[in-house]
């Protein structure tokens, strides 16, 4: 039962993962029980099947199992070497792993604003910061304000929908940078040319974080790639950076996906173009809805690009009075959250790299108002009704 009827109020959470558990429990206690019963319970042949499968569902060649999306983006950047005097072009409007990884690597995130209609990384921004704030220099790219290497372009399909791959892309061979694709919310989302995320780029990075469309009983990620020596940095830097155990070649970490996650994640596979329809269906009739409301610019529905396969991680209102919104949703029971509520170039962690609010004001208008509702697959039609009608009752 997802829907719990109190005595007068309905309650819809922004995710319930029970609904999914009853739909998969005896398969997944049973692919559980098996990989108790063998005792192997790090990598092995489920997490190789995981990348397979992973890999083949993504159009890539090679799949690497990561502890987490997070393991995932740290793990692409070192296997690019990306480290101190390197820059990593990037979105503001994501989740902190994004840039958190690039500051780890002792490299420096430079934030280019969004589209607003996407809330993806603009491609004019990026032509724009390379145009005129970089120059070629021995081979290099370089950031002529702090004379840094720009080396990677890292953009993120953010809420299901691929970014501009094309146009990024193209900017990317032109400046000679390498690619990573954040596609920890996009699994399966294609681009106008039929492109799954995490294809186009050299490394591509996902996440099995539980709330994703794919998700573990715990944390997981993965790294996709076309290049197989890349694909075997990956291999070698997910264990210590070793080869061969106990020779260590690089200097890699403890980034390895578990078995028990890879035969969770195995069973819900099945399940995700399934689910992935769903998502969309429920996305097409709020668009509808919420439409009829004609409340025009004070609330404004995701939009599709055409020929864009969006999956729908999130489903992100641009709301006026956003907060007050979310109050008066959350006082009917139905649950909201803000993806995200601080745009990263103004994140206290980040203040000595000197950005100022204005500089990404796109990014900075998001914040300030953008809500997500509840798009999970097993949401119900009075479930979705109850969430339109109490925003109508809202701005009434
Ligand atoms: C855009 C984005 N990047 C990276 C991550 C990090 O993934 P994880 O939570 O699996 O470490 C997430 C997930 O939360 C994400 O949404």
């Known amino acids: 039962m997802i829907t719990t ?46 990348e397979e499968r992973i890999a083949a569902y993504s159009q890539c060649r090679h799949g690497i199992g990561m502890s987490s999306g997070t393991d995932a983006l740290l793990a692409a950047l070192m296997a690019l070497e990306v480290g101190p005097g390197d820059e990593v072009i990037t979105t503001p409007f994501t989740f902190f792993a994004t840039a958190g990884t690039v500051a780890r690597l002792g490299a420096r995130a430079v934030f280019c604003d969004i589209d607003p209609v996407t809330y993806n990384l603009s491609a004019d921004a990026v032509e724009d910061f390379v145009a005129t704030q970089c120059e070629p220099r021995l081979g290099s790219l370089v950031n002529r304000r702090t004379g840094g290497r720009v080396k990677v372009l890292m953009p993120v399909h953010v809420f299901g929908q691929s970014a501009e791959m094309d146009r990024l ?61 890349l694909a075997a940095r990956l291999e070698a830097l997910r264990v210590h950076g070793a080869r061969r155990r106990y020779y260590h070649e690089l200097v890699g970490g403890n980034f390895r996906l578990d078995a028990l996650q890879a035969a969770v994640l195995l069973v819900k596979l099945r399940y995700l173009d399934r689910w992935t329809e769903l998502r969309q269906e429920n996305a097409r009739w709020y668009d509808g809805a919420l439409e009829c409301l004609g409340l025009g610019e004070r609330l404004t529905s995701p939009r599709r690009l055409a020929g864009y396969r969006h999956v729908f991680n999130q489903y992100v209102l641009r709301a006026e ?60 039609a009075a479930q979705r009704q109850y969430v339109v009608d109490t925003i109508a009752a809202f701005y009434r």
């Not at 063998?38 to 190789?48: D, E, H, M, N, Y």
């Not at 920890?184 to 099995?208: K, M, P, T, V, Y």
């Not at 007050?324 to 909201?336: D, P, Q, V």
Request: with cysteine; charged share 25%; aromatic share 6%.
């Open 169 to 229: 892309a193209e900017v990317a061979q032109r400046s000679g940078l390498k690619i990573v694709e954040d596609a920890a919310q996009a699994l399966g989302a294609e681009d106008r040319n039929g492109r799954r995320a995490g294809s186009i780029g050299d490394i591509g990075c996902f996440s099995f974080f539980p709330s994703k469309n794919l998700g573990a009983f715990g944390d997981g990620g993965m790294c996709t790639t076309n290049d197989p020596e």
């Open 5 to 50: 009827v109190t005595r007068e109020k309905v309650q819809v959470p922004l995710l319930d993962l029970r609904g999914q558990w009853e739909q998969i429990q005896a398969e997944v206690m049973e692919a559980i029980h098996d990989v108790c019963a063998s005792q192997r319970f790090i990598l092995g042949p489920r997490v190789k099947e995981l």
């Open 321 to 380: 009075r956003r907060d007050a919104l979310r109050e008066h949703l959350a006082g009917a029971g139905i649950g909201t959250e803000v993806y995200y509520p601080v745009a990263l170039h103004m994140q206290a962690c980040f203040s000595s790299l000197g950005y100022r609010p204005e500089d990404c004001p796109e990014a900075r208008r998001a914040a300030g108002e953008a809500v997500a509702i509840p798009i999970y697959p097993e949401l119900t």
